[in-house]
């Protein structure tokens, strides 16, 4: 049983600080990872993918993975309200057909 | 920009009856999925589909739940009898095929309430 594990929240931080988000995952198979973001009554969207270990930049985004300790973060750097939303992880073990499998997600919201 | 389609955005059905959810994914995606996601709950697996069959499916996904592409461009869930507890979100997604960390875009999804 794959089991994603991430603080639901809500994480509160004022607009322009660095929001971390955190997730453990238990299938030590799983070799890559998605961050997905969900607006309320939403679709998930993609922000970030990462696969090997150490950190990935995309803008205000940074994804860092540590697969010795199954665990993989978040950080909005910069947070701006529009950042308010769900934040999922999702790995998957780059097998099959490459269905995710989700955490609970955890709220952020960015107060101005 | 291509995007995956649902219709209909809200459903609204009987216990006991059928449904039939409609996606439409990316033209050029050879994988395609449902999700769940029940109010409040996480985002759940239920049945990937590729090469016109099922590839896998989660619990969830038990005979009252069947996947069919029944052309070239739709791809439908259908609920046989349903129950209260279907009550969700469902998202359809697809991908192309190729390198593992191609991205799953969702569609919109469908609101099913069971009354």
């Known amino acids: 049983q794959k089991e994603v594990e991430q603080n639901s929240g809500p994480l509160s931080v004022p607009e322009g600080a660095i929001a971390s988000l955190n997730c453990t995952y238990s299938d030590r198979g799983s070799q890559s990872f998605f961050w997905y973001r969900q607006y309320s009554g939403k679709s998930p969207e993609l922000i970030m993918f990462?696969?090997?270990?150490g950190d990935k930049e995309d803008g205000r985004f940074t994804a860092q993975l540590n697969k010795a300790s199954q665990y993989v973060s978040l950080l909005i750097r910069d947070s701006q309200p529009s950042d308010s939303a769900t934040y999922l992880c999702a790995p998957y073990s780059g097998a099959g057909s490459y269905q995710l499998t989700f955490g609970k997600g955890t709220k952020l919201s960015v107060i101005p | 920009e291509p995007e995956v389609t649902q219709t209909p955005s809200h459903q609204v059905t009987q216990m006991g009856q059928e449904v039939i959810l409609r996606c439409v994914p990316i033209?050029?995606?050879?994988?395609f999925y449902w999700y769940r996601q029940i109010l409040g709950q996480k985002v759940e697996f239920l049945v990937s589909?590729?090469?016109?069959?099922?590839?896998?499916k989660s619990e969830i996904f038990d005979d009252q739940f069947s996947v069919e592409r029944p052309d070239g461009s739709n791809f439908t869930l259908k609920i046989r009898s349903t129950k209260l507890e279907d009550s969700a979100m469902y998202f359809c997604?697809?991908?192309?095929?190729?390198?593992?960390?191609?991205?799953?875009?969702f569609g919109p999804g469908t609101r099913l309430t069971v009354l």
């Open positions: 997604a697809s991908r192309m095929e190729g390198l593992p960390y191609n991205e799953q875009f």
């Open positions: 033209s050029n995606h050879l994988y």
């Open positions: 589909f590729y090469n016109n069959e099922i590839s896998e």
């Open positions: 990462i696969y090997s270990n």
